[in-house]
T-cell receptor, first 113, second 114 residues
Framework: SQQGEEDPQALSIQEGENATMNCSYKTSINNLQWYRQNSGRGLVHLILIRSNEREKHSGRLRVTLDTSKKSSSLLITASRAADTASYFCATEPLLQGAQKLVFGQGTRLTINP | ETGVTQSPTHLIKTRGQQVTLRCSSQSGHNTVSWYQQALGQGPQFIFQYYREEENGRGNFPPRFSGLQFPNYSSELNVNALELDDSALYLC?????????????FGPGTRLTVL
């Protein structure tokens, strides 16, 4: 079963604009990660934020985590056509022995030139 | 450094058949996880192998089984294929023990069951 829900399911913006995607999850976590997937291919790791962190940056990416609301957001600034992809949040549950990532259903991002 | 590779790229089987998918982990990684991704959905965890032992399993029936070899490559076997098994199967490798951390994914195997 999916732990997370992502919002919106699809997002279409103009090149140069900022894109914001949100993720909510249900259980306590050890960390939350964001991945990108191009055209049904393998996933590429973007960024990992630990449960004791509130914000993290990597290049044009900014991730926030609010554990009290069980939610995270991914901001991509100054979007480019190459950012067109599906973006997934994935959580590592805090349950003992849970050796897995639990993915949301993803946001399909389209950047229009 | 070699990335995660998977074979075959595409596979077509009929209902009731058996299939074996293969994964070579990234150099230096001793942990392999398998995920199933149905069309339009996020990946779902099948199981994980660490040093040749199963180290966690998701909500998949026993006809989904796996192996990890001494070189840390891995196989996913699915018996008695059903139409709903049609999906992209992703393998991910990582290093470490009890925590998951960043996963390095292969390009996937697209399985179609007719």
């Amino acid at each position: 079963s999916q732990q997370g829900e992502e919002d919106p399911q699809a997002l279409s913006i103009q090149e140069g604009e900022n894109a914001t995607m949100n993720c909510s999850y249900k259980t306590s976590i050890n960390n939350l990660q964001w991945y990108r997937q191009n055209s049904g291919r393998g996933l590429v790791h973007l960024i990992l934020i630990r449960s004791n962190e509130r914000e993290k940056h990597s290049g044009r990416l900014r991730v926030t985590l609010d554990t009290s609301k069980k939610s995270s957001s991914l901001l991509i600034t100054a979007s480019r056509a190459a950012d067109t992809a599906s973006y997934f949040c994935a959580t590592e549950p805090l349950l003992q022995g849970a050796q897995k990532l639990v993915f949301g259903q993803g946001t399909r991002l389209t950047i229009n030139p | 450094e070699t990335g995660v590779t998977q074979s075959p790229t595409h596979l077509i089987k009929t209902r009731g058949q058996q299939v074996t998918l293969r994964c070579s982990s990234q150099s230096g990684h001793n942990t392999v996880s398998w995920y199933q991704q149905a069309l339009g959905q996020g990946p779902q965890f099948i199981f994980q192998y660490y040093r040749e032992e199963e180290n966690g399993r998701g909500n998949f029936p026993p006809r989904f089984s796996g192996l990890q070899f001494p070189n840390y490559s891995s196989e996913l076997n699915v018996n008695a294929l059903e139409l709903d098994d049609s999906a992209l199967y992703l393998c991910a490798s990582s290093s470490g023990t009890s925590r998951v951390g960043e996963q390095f994914f292969g390009p996937g195997t697209r399985l179609t069951v007719l």
